[in-house]
């Protein structure tokens, strides 16, 4: 099983970016996918969350309007669309998956907001 996130970098605040988490080692069709990110000194938080078919079930209220999650199961990749973003959004961003009970992570993605 691999993940591997991209998309990160360094963007104003205001801006938008698009992060991509691609997997293989699995059938990603049958799994739920998540993002999540952590800032310095923080703990990892839930940013969203999207079933194998692609509903949406979970959606932190600190995002909540700006961040879109979303996948293409013919690419085995996820998405979080990131838009309005603040500087408190700065974080290394995270996907993960669970499977036979087991969690699976990304080795993480920088966004960093700041003027």
């Known amino acids: 099983v691999q993940l591997v996130e991209s998309g990160g970098g360094l963007v104003q605040p205001g801006g938008s970016l698009r992060l991509s988490c691609a997997t293989s080692?699995?059938?990603?069709?049958?799994?739920?996918m998540r993002w999540y990110r952590q800032a310095p000194g923080k703990a990892r938080e839930l940013v969203a969350a999207i079933t194998n078919t692609g509903g949406i079930t979970n959606d932190a209220d600190s995002v909540k309007g700006r961040f879109t999650i979303s996948r293409d199961n013919a690419k085995n990749t996820v998405y979080l669309q990131m838009n309005s973003l603040k500087p408190e959004d700065t974080a290394v961003y995270y996907c993960k998956t669970i499977i036979g009970g087991r969690n699976y992570w990304g080795q993480g993605t920088q966004v960093t907001v700041s003027s």
């Open positions: 080692g699995f059938t990603f069709s049958s799994y739920a």
